[in-house]
Every structure is written in structure tokens, then in C-alpha cells.
């Protein structure tokens, strides 16, 4: 899908052609390419036909860079996006005719998205681009979203399960769950979106679950540092007299 601007004054024009033009020039061919567009394009949007600015391609290619590169609020994607050398990078991959969009754009374009299917298309192209060093530590961990917790609507705190990739500093995959206590089945859901073979994945004493280590080692083939807490006493008091059975066979180096 292509974009065709008849001129300054006139909203955004989707084609069905494979090329793209601004006021009647072709792009270069270099503009839309590479692994993020080839999973955040097709997109549904629904925003008002007639009334459309600014690609939708465009805003998540935006807010997504931005993310990247440590702002993590719309006002301060914004400002980024509006400096003139940002500007003049990111029309290396985008066409942007209209320029910069609005701070209530950029907004609204990622409030017509579905979470569910913009998390989905993510997790691919993170699948798709990371590539993980050997024994790269993947941090599974779940955090209370501050201030979603909405009483008037009845609305429970959103909780999130996340993996974040040392090496890259990036979250790799997240899955939403109600609260705390469902992160136990939250985590295979995860596990199972995720590539991290040969990695060390390191989870909270919650994760201490025969259903989630075998997972992890089976299916994920990789290793795992989980806490063991007093919670599970009996467990815990196994590992001790393993560990001191080693140490007085000297077999613990």
C-alpha cells in the first residue's frame, strides 16, 4: 500500500499501488523497508476515512523510536520527533508529507489500536530482530501498572508480566493479567511467545513451578535462576541438605 498527497491542503489518500509519492514525485524505494514494517503494516485503523493526515505506520514508527531511545511519555516523543535532526532521520524511512504529527495525533493514533494486536505484532518483530548473546540473562517479572486502578469504573490495577533482555535493554514480550496471584499461569503464556534459547531466564520465587521450569528447559531450551523462599519449607530444606551433602563430599567447588 502505497500514500498519494495531491497537495499541501488535502488529507492522506491510501492507494493500493506498491509505491509511494509525495506531491506527485515518487519516493525513494528505500522508505517503508525493513522488518518493522513488515510486521506493523495492515494495521486496522479506524479512524475517520476523509479525515486522515498522517499514516498510522507513521505514528507507531514514531512512538516506537522514540520508546527506544529512553522517552516514555507522548509529550517527550513529541518534542524528539520535532527536533529538526530527528526529523531529518527518521525521513530516511518514512515519508511524513505532512510533517511531524500533532502531540493529540500521535495520541490518537495509538488509542485505535488494539493492545492485544499491537503486542502480538511486537513480540515478532522483536523475535524477528534480536538477535540474544549466549547466556544472555531474560528477567521475567510482573508489575502493577500505577494509577490504573480506576474505583468509580470498578476497574482493576492493570498487572503486567514482562521479559526484559539484559543485553539489549529491551522488553521482549508482556503479557497482561488481573492481578499478582495469576502470574503463575501468566509466565507460560509468556515463555511461549518468546526465542531465548540458550539464555538464563531469572524469575521471583513465584516462578518456582514444576509446569514453568519445565518449560523453560524443554520447550525454551534454556537455563533458569528462580528464588527459593521459605514459603515452600519443605523444598527449601531439600536444597539445603543437598547442598551441604555436597559440600561435605568436597564435591562442591
Not at 494486536?117 to 522483536?126: A, L
Not at 523475535?127 to 486502578?149: F, H, I, M, W
Request: charged content about 25%; hydrophobic content about 35%; glycine content about 8%.
Amino acid at each position: 500500500m502505497g500514500v498519494k498527497v495531491a497537495g499541501q491542503s488535502t488529507n492522506y489518500e491510501l492507494s493500493y499501488s506498491s509505491e509511494v509519492y509525495v506531491e506527485g514525485i515518487l519516493m525513494s524505494e528505500s522508505l517503508y523497508q525493513g522488518k518493522f514494517f513488515d510486521y506493523f503494516s495492515g494495521l486496522n485503523d479506524s479512524r475517520m476515512e476523509g479525515k486522515i493526515w498522517h499514516r498510522l505506520t507513521d505514528i507507531l514508527f514514531i512512538v516506537t523510536c522514540g520508546i527506544i531511545c529512553g522517552y516514555d511519555e507522548f509529550e517527550l516523543i513529541h518534542v524528539w520527533a520535532k527536533a529538526p535532526d530527528t526529523q531529518k532521520w527518521l525521513k530516511k524511512y518514512i515519508a511524513l508529507p505532512n510533517g511531524i504529527p500533532s502531540l493529540s495525533t500521535l495520541k490518537r493514533g495509538f488509542s485505535v489500536i488494539r493492545p492485544e494486536e499491537f503486542s502480538t505484532r511486537f513480540i515478532s518483530w522483536m523475535n524477528a530482530v534480536l538477535q540474544l548473546p549466549e547466556k544472555d540473562v531474560v528477567s521475567v517479572d510482573g508489575k502493577t501498572s500505577r494509577g490504573s486502578k480506576d474505583e468509580r469504573k470498578g476497574q482493576k490495577a492493570l498487572h503486567m508480566v514482562s521479559a526484559l533482555c539484559h543485553s539489549h535493554g529491551l522488553v521482549i514480550g508482556q503479557v497482561k493479567t488481573d492481578e499478582k496471584s495469576n502470574e503463575i499461569t501468566a509466565i507460560p503464556e509468556l515463555l511461549d511467545q518468546l526465542l531465548i534459547e540458550g539464555s538464563i531466564v531469572t524469575i521471583d520465587a513465584i516462578g518456582l513451578q514444576t509446569k514453568i521450569v519445565t518449560k523453560i528447559v524443554n520447550d525454551n531450551k534454556a537455563d533458569y535462576v528462580i528464588n527459593l523462599k521459605g514459603n515452600q519449607e519443605v523444598f527449601q530444606q531439600e536444597v539445603k541438605e543437598y547442598f551441604t551433602d555436597l559440600e561435605q563430599s568436597g564435591k562442591l567447588e
